[in-house]
């Protein structure tokens, strides 16, 4: 890894620069206190005080809806795939979304490679920001282990004060930074200022479970029973906004689009979410989970233990969406603490 500096005053150049080469998605204010990901033409500063967007930067590697192929009945069947990508930049990245990319990655390119993910994720450079102090009351980001990132990023900021630390991670996180950045060696004095800064750190940012996320896994399991999915039940409306919101939330549905001449259409596939009604409904019309507690009791299962199991981390990144969208103030902590405290004996 290699260590540089660019000052304050320097960054809007950057960021203007890398506009002629790819698009550019940065972080802009929306409404008052709610942010998004967009294309902008400028640099937004002070870029460490935004609260999470409203929706994750995924959506540019894995879009809310996109068409997967595009087919003609008549005169002969054809079938075209459409896999879409372009050079892309996803500038000012927390380190929970980062992590979330990271899982995206796992998935989209294990077992058998989405090819429209894998794609687009390999013409999109990550320059990310650090947090220095918790970003809202609903991040919970050390207490699922995403504070700190360690890959799945080109270019990572940290604000030092009149300039920002940069650690450059990968061969084009350096080029783009060689080509379009003015160069500042890194003093001994700012070496000492950002490492002083990430270890102060560590003590602003509370463990919010009353476990380790390590136990998880093993709580969950056996919690199919647990009173907290009733209290669910009687809560939940149903919406759906919790998987949306969600930096790792990956299931999709598929439909065909036909024309109007019924001869050609296109495939598409768009997000779909597990706490809808229809999710679990099968062709025959049985839905194996047909209560919102069962939804939810598969969705906190979906983060703290099938995939957690499987992959060995949190499928839960910390970045408090879910409970900033929810209409009824469910709290994915306030859910964890509560399976913890009713299983607490699977805990050693």
Same mark, same amino acid.
């Given at each position: 890894?290699?260590?540089?500096?660019?000052?304050?005053?320097?960054?809007?150049?950057?960021?203007?620069?890398?506009?002629?080469?790819?698009?550019?998605?940065?972080?802009?204010?929306?409404?008052?206190?709610?942010?998004?990901?967009?294309?902008?033409?400028?640099?937004?500063?002070?870029?460490?005080?935004?609260?999470?967007?409203?929706?994750?930067?995924?959506?540019?590697?894995?879009?809310?809806?996109?068409?997967?192929?595009?087919?003609?009945?008549?005169?002969?069947?054809?079938?075209?795939?459409?896999?879409?990508?372009?050079?892309?930049?996803?500038?000012?990245?927390?380190?929970?979304?980062?992590?979330?990319?990271?899982?995206?990655?796992?998935?989209?390119?294990?077992?058998?490679?989405?090819?429209?993910?894998?794609?687009?994720?390999?013409?999109?450079?990550?320059?990310? $920001?650090?947090?220095?102090?918790? &970003?809202? @009351?609903?991040?919970? =980001?050390?207490?699922?282990?995403?504070?700190? %990132?360690?890959? +799945?990023?080109?270019?990572?900021?940290?604000?030092?004060?009149?300039?920002?630390?940069?650690?450059?991670?990968?061969?084009?996180?350096?080029?783009?930074?060689?080509?379009?950045?003015?160069?500042?060696?890194?003093?001994?004095?700012?070496?000492?200022?950002?490492?002083?800064?990430?270890?102060?750190?560590?003590?602003?940012?509370?463990?919010?479970?009353?476990?380790?996320?390590?136990?998880?896994?093993?709580?969950?399991?056996?919690?199919?029973?647990?009173?907290?999915?009733?209290?669910?039940?009687?809560?939940?409306?149903?919406?759906?906004?919790?998987?949306?919101?969600?930096?790792?939330?990956?299931?999709?549905?598929?439909?065909?689009?036909?024309?109007?001449? $019924?001869?050609?259409?296109?495939? &598409?596939? @768009?997000?779909?979410? =597990?706490?809808?009604?229809?999710?679990?409904? %099968?062709?025959? +019309?049985?839905?194996?989970?047909?209560?919102?507690?069962?939804?939810?009791?598969?969705?906190?299962?979906?983060?703290?233990?099938?995939?957690?199991?499987?992959?060995?981390?949190?499928?839960?990144?910390?970045?408090?969406?879910?409970?900033?969208?929810?209409?009824?103030?469910?709290?994915?902590?306030?859910?964890?603490?509560?399976?913890?405290?009713?299983?607490?004996?699977?805990?050693?």
């Amino acid at each position: 890894m290699i260590e540089t500096i660019i000052n304050k005053s320097d960054v809007g150049s950057f960021y203007k620069c890398l506009k002629e080469e790819f698009t550019v998605y940065g972080v802009k204010e929306k409404e008052e206190g709610f942010y998004v990901f967009d294309e902008t033409d400028e640099f937004a500063d002070p870029l460490d005080d935004y609260k999470p967007t409203i929706l994750p930067p995924k959506k540019y590697l894995f879009p809310q809806q996109e068409t997967l192929l595009r087919f003609e009945t008549q005169p002969q069947p054809v079938i075209q795939p459409v896999i879409e990508s372009k050079k892309q930049i996803l500038f000012g990245v927390r380190p929970c979304d980062i992590h979330g990319i990271n899982l995206l990655d796992r998935i989209f390119s294990s077992d058998h490679e989405d090819l429209n993910y894998t794609r687009k994720r390999a013409e999109t450079v990550i320059i990310g $920001m650090n947090c220095l102090r918790p &970003c809202y @009351e609903h991040a919970h =980001c050390a207490s699922v282990g995403c504070l700190d %990132v360690d890959d +799945g990023y080109d270019i990572m900021m940290t604000d030092i004060g009149s300039s920002f630390h940069l650690s450059i991670k990968t061969p084009m996180g350096q080029e783009i930074f060689d080509r379009y950045a003015n160069l500042v060696e890194v003093s001994n004095e700012d070496r000492d200022k950002f490492r002083k800064l990430i270890k102060e750190r560590i003590d602003k940012f509370e463990m919010k479970f009353a476990t380790d996320v390590s136990n998880l896994p093993l709580l969950f399991k056996n919690a199919d029973n647990d009173p907290v999915w009733d209290e669910l039940n009687d809560r939940c409306l149903g919406c759906g906004r919790c998987n949306i919101v969600c930096p790792t939330c990956y299931c999709f549905d598929v439909f065909d689009c036909m024309e109007l001449n $019924m001869t050609s259409g296109e495939r &598409c596939r @768009e997000w779909d979410a =597990c706490t809808l009604k229809d999710f679990a409904v %099968v062709a025959t +019309g049985e839905n194996f989970r047909s209560t919102r507690g069962q939804r939810q009791r598969h969705r906190f299962n979906r983060k703290f233990n099938y995939l957690m199991t499987k992959y060995n981390t949190s499928f839960c990144v910390g970045c408090g969406r879910c409970v900033r969208s929810c209409p009824v103030n469910i709290d994915i902590v306030e859910t964890v603490n509560a399976v913890i405290k009713n299983n607490k004996a699977e805990v050693k």
